[in-house]
């Protein structure tokens, strides 16, 4: 910025002083600097320059210093009014944990379980459902060549190569074992399809829906799930159809069921003996604590599934299942 001496006017002399010498009279060519022509340093009639008083330079050092400031006020203002609109687009679309009626594409939709009936109101039921989820998971698991239950599995087109010589090395259970695990897996898959898969005041649903229950079932495990597993060891204790049928067991027979639905639980895998992939996903261990997932898990669940489950850890180990157990050895 440069301040042109034509900006500073003379004080007006009184009345009847005479033009300093300085000054050139009236009707000649005056010296004075314009706003075309600044004035020159040195120059006769001259202001001073900014350079050489220090008043002038302080003061356009002021100017320069406010109008820097202007400038950056109003490019923090535009920024922040363009901030401003970006947020206000952003907030009208709905958050990815956000689950809506219809799942999003590639969020794995929810379903609804029902409450699973008192022990009495099972003993008549007689439409069972046959899990094909459970049947082609057990299809992998070592059994006897000539069970009833790999004969069960061909039937319905779960083809089972059976058990050969030696094929329960190195799984610390022999084939009777193996038996046992497989016959507990498909009662319990039948009495979960058969109970809470079902609603009173709704069509029975299709056998790919109950299926789809049924994995569900141990892909979002919640603390109702101790309940489920106790309702069913009693109907089997007592011999009831929807829990596989047979006769009643004693407290000791009972034992190979719960045994069984431990392994289910905790290390049985959907792609066989030595597979990765867990039929319980939220079951690391045996010894794992049955506890409430933390938040953050749940918020990472909620991007893949709609309904995440609520716990984690072995069921079989809490002190509910436990005390059930004691109930019916006595």
């Known amino acids: 910025m440069q301040i042109s001496a034509a900006a500073f006017k003379p004080c ?22 314009t706003f075309d022509e600044p004035a020159q340093l040195g120059a006769p009639g001259s202001a001073p320059h900014p350079s050489t008083n220090p008043q002038l330079l302080s003061m356009q050092q002021i100017v320069q210093s406010e109008c820097h400031n202007i400038e950056e006020a109003e490019v923090t203002r535009v920024a922040a009014e363009r901030r401003r609109a970006e947020l206000n687009a952003l907030s009208v679309t709905a958050p990815v944990a956000v689950v809506s009626p219809a799942a999003p594409a590639g969020v794995e939709p929810a379903f609804v379980f029902s409450v699973v009936p008192p022990v009495e109101e099972l ?6 459902f046959v899990s094909q989820y459970m049947l082609a998971v057990v299809s992998t698991w070592p059994q006897p060549i000539v069970s009833r239950k790999r004969k069960e599995m061909n039937k319905a087109g779960k083809e089972g190569a059976g058990a050969p010589r030696g094929a329960d090395l190195g799984t ?44 569900k079932f141990f892909r979002c495990i919640t603390a109702y799930t101790k309940l489920v597993v106790t309702t069913f060891l009693e109907c089997r204790r007592r011999g009831y159809r929807v829990a596989g049928g047979g006769r009643a067991l004693s407290a000791t027979s009972l034992k190979d069921y719960s045994s069984g639905l431990t392994f289910l639980f905790t290390e049985a895998k959907e792609d066989g003996m030595r597979g990765v992939t867990a039929v319980v996903p939220d079951c690391c261990e045996r010894s794992s604590p049955w506890q409430p997932k933390g938040v953050a898990d749940l918020v990472a669940e909620r991007r893949v599934r709609a309904d995440p489950g609520g ?6 180990a809490t002190a509910d299942v436990r005390v059930f157990h004691g109930a019916t050895n006595k």
């Open 311 to 316: 716990f984690t850890g072995n069921p079989m």
């Open 172 to 215: 610390n259970a022999t084939l009777k074992t193996w038996s046992s695990r497989i016959r507990t897996a498909c009662a319990f898959a039948t009495f979960v399809g058969s109970t809470v898969c079902r609603h009173e005041d709704r069509p029975r649903p299709t056998d790919e829906e109950a299926d789809r229950g049924v994995r």
């Open 12 to 33: 007006a002399l009184p009345e009847g002083a005479s033009a300093p010498p300085e000054v050139a009279p009236v009707g000649t060519p005056s010296q004075a600097p």
């Open 123 to 128: 003993k008549d039921v007689s439409d069972v």
